[in-house]
Each structure stands twice: as C-alpha cells, then as structure tokens.
C-alpha cells in the first residue's frame, strides 16, 4: 500500500486570515493523524506565510505521529529544523515572491550546501528527501549528495491533466525518473497539485511510495470534509 502524507500548511494560512487562533494547526494534525494517514507534512517558510515556529515544534513534538517537515536552503530555517526535530526533512526550492514552490531544486547551483545539509540531518537519524524535477540528472545527483528520498514535482503534469492536455510524455517522464531512482536505491515520492485523477494515475508507477497532498484536500474538505477527502485517497492508493 502507498503512503498518504497530507500538508496542512492551509490550516494555518485560513488561521493567519483573521491573525486569531482558530483553525488551529496542531488540532489539525491530530485530527488527521487519527484519521489514518501516514504522515503530517508542513513547510516552515521563510516569511512564516503560514505554518509559524511554535507551529511546528508543537506539531512535531506529538507522539504517534510522523512529521514531514518541509524547509529551504537558508541556515535560520536549516538550524530551526534541527531543535524541532521533525521525523523527515524535505528540503525545497523557496522564493519569497512565489505563490507556491513553482519547480524542483536547482541541484548544481546548490551542490556544496545540499551535502552539508543532508549530512547534518543524516547525522541526526532524521530521513532526507530532495524535492526535484523528473529528471534522470537530478536523480544521480540526489544519490552523489547522500539523500535517502526524492519527491519529483508533479505539478507540470497535475496541469496537463486539469487542463486537459496531452500527459502522456510528461508521465513517461516521471515513470522512468521512478525507474532509476528505485534502481540506484532512492526512495521516491511525488507530490504538487495533486488531485485525484492526477494521484490515481501516477499510482499506477510501482515504484512512487509516498504521495505528499496538501492544497487540493483541504479545499476539497470545505465541501465534503476532511474525513471522507482522505478516505477518498486512502481508497486511490490502496
């Protein structure tokens, strides 16, 4: 069975809406901790746009829950990281003027301070993934730099899809960077504008273990309720 990670990072942007305490972040993780999900995925940005410091230290203190914490490059942000020991570390492209993470890490430019980074999470026990494009070069990258995971970007072709658009080459694309990251011994993961169908035809890859799903499920719940959105996924990749 593949593993459902739901992002809650909008539970707290409709909380910082009214800059009160409701809905309140870590109610939401439990919540949809007990609703069986694999794990809590939440993006400590840099401008703080949602998801805050005690957030996330709240949130990953939890027991019986594991927590996916989403950061960037920057070294506040990296040493956060560290004193909220989350159980996985998923480090993404940001840029502040970005509605959301537009595209997958921009790996040469980043080389020297991605090793150091994984290295310090590795030496703490704590699994590191790599957010990229579905790219064969990004994948051996990944592997020279020491990351357990990589997460590809599935939001060119969760586009297609809503667009309806061609998506066969895009998923060929996909499917064959899964191929070779499970070959050479990396984990794979896909997530970015995630709905059902895009989910349901990406789960058709053996070799995507983990789908990370945030914006559309909270979205969605506002119709039909977080409980039956996730038991939704929940039957997609089961």
Do not use: Q, W
């Amino acid at each position: 069975m593949k593993r459902l990670g739901v992002n809650i990072d909008h539970v707290a942007t409709l909380r910082n809406a009214r800059g009160e305490k409701h809905p309140d972040p870590v109610y939401a993780a439990k919540f949809v901790n007990e609703l069986g999900v694999d794990s809590i995925t939440i993006h400590l940005r840099e401008d703080r746009r949602h998801i805050r410091d005690l957030d996330a230290k709240k949130i990953c203190s939890l027991k019986k829950l594991s927590t996916n914490l989403e950061i960037s490059i920057k070294d506040e942000i990296v040493k956060n990281a560290i004193k909220i020991k989350p159980n996985f570390i998923c480090i993404v492209p940001e840029n502040r003027n970005e509605v959301t993470t537009e595209g997958g890490l921009d790996l040469k430019k980043n080389k020297d301070k991605l090793k150091s980074i994984i290295r310090i999470f590795k030496d703490k026990g704590i699994r590191t993934s790599l957010f990229i494009n579905p790219s064969l070069k990004d994948i051996s990258l990944s592997k020279n730099f020491g990351a357990d995971c990589v997460e590809i970007h599935t939001g060119r072709f969760s586009n297609f899809i809503k667009n309806k658009k061609n998506f066969k080459n895009e998923f060929l694309r996909i499917k064959k960077c899964s191929k070779f990251a499970s070959k050479i011994g990396i984990e794979v993961h896909a997530g970015h504008g995630l709905d059902y169908r895009s989910t349901k035809i990406l789960s058709k890859i053996d070799e995507i273990v983990e789908f990370n799903i945030g914006h559309f499920i909270i979205g969605e719940s506002i119709f039909f309720g977080l409980k039956k959105v996730i038991k939704n996924f929940k039957k997609i990749l089961g």
